[in-house]
């Protein structure tokens, strides 16, 4: 079973300041880690994939880094947008098995 | 932009069944892609409920695969999610997303809220 752990639970920062976030895995896997954004009452909006790779869209100052069992998410400079919770997600391709950590809450300092 | 949304009964007893369907536009769900529901309790985090490839292949959460089904249907561009014997641990909001092969889930539907209440 795959499992992710998050850390920390939560993080208060205030806008303009740097955020690092970080995910470890159960099992060391190839690089299919994704990062997602989720703001209250919306679907999860997906940052990062391959450990390391902008989706289409997302700003630059959303940056991913990490192999094997640890991943990191840093945040250059957070914006008023960018208080939400983050997610990590892990897929392994055979077995098929998804799963995801159990969330980091940045919130206003 | 692929666009998805979910359709189904907001509430349900103990021991029922529910039964939600994704629809699908701007892309055939037979043309290729991997169709995914993900469920939020209120208040907390994502849990992978199961996959379904344009093939019908199906990839289940092993702590749920013994009350789900998971299926296709082309004609319609839809997807669906059948629980059986739901319980208030089943009270969530139900996500359908799209991924691909080599590509976590990108395109997401809005989510509905499902309440198991007796």
């Known amino acids: 079973e795959l499992v992710l752990t998050q850390s920390p639970a939560t993080l208060s920062l205030s806008p303009g300041e740097g955020a690092t976030l970080s995910c470890r895995a159960s099992?060391?896997?190839?690089?299919?880690l994704a990062w997602y954004q989720q703001k209250p009452g919306q679907a999860p909006r997906l940052l990062i994939f391959?450990?390391?790779d902008r989706a289409a869209g997302v700003p630059a100052r959303f940056s991913g880094s990490g192999s094997g069992t640890d991943f990191t998410l840093t945040i250059s400079s957070l914006e008023p947008e960018d208080f939400a919770v983050y997610y990590c997600?892990?897929?392994?391709?055979?077995?098929?098995?998804?799963?995801f950590g159990p969330g980091t809450k940045v919130d206003i300092k | 932009q692929v666009q998805l949304w979910e359709s189904g009964p907001g509430l349900l007893r103990p021991s029922e069944t529910l039964s939600l369907t994704c629809t699908v536009s701007?892309?055939?769900?037979?043309?290729?892609?991997?169709w995914t529901w993900i469920r939020q309790p209120p208040g907390k985090g994502l849990e992978w409920i199961g996959t379904?490839?344009?093939?019908?292949?199906?990839f289940y959460n092993p702590s749920l695969r013994s009350r789900l089904t998971i299926s296709l249907d082309t004609s319609k561009n839809q997807f669906s999610l059948t629980v059986t014997s739901v319980a208030v641990a089943d009270t969530a909001v139900y996500f359908c997303?799209?991924?691909?092969?080599?590509?976590?889930?990108?395109?997401w539907g809005q989510g509905t809220l499902v309440s198991v209440s007796s």
């Open positions: 997303a799209r991924e691909a092969s080599n590509y976590p889930p990108d395109y």
């Open positions: 701007r892309y055939s769900i037979s043309d290729g892609s991997y």
């Open positions: 379904i490839s344009h093939t019908g292949t199906t």
């Open positions: 099992q060391s896997l190839s690089s299919s």
């Open positions: 391959d450990a390391s």
């Open positions: 997600h892990l897929r392994r391709h055979w077995p098929w098995e998804s799963t």
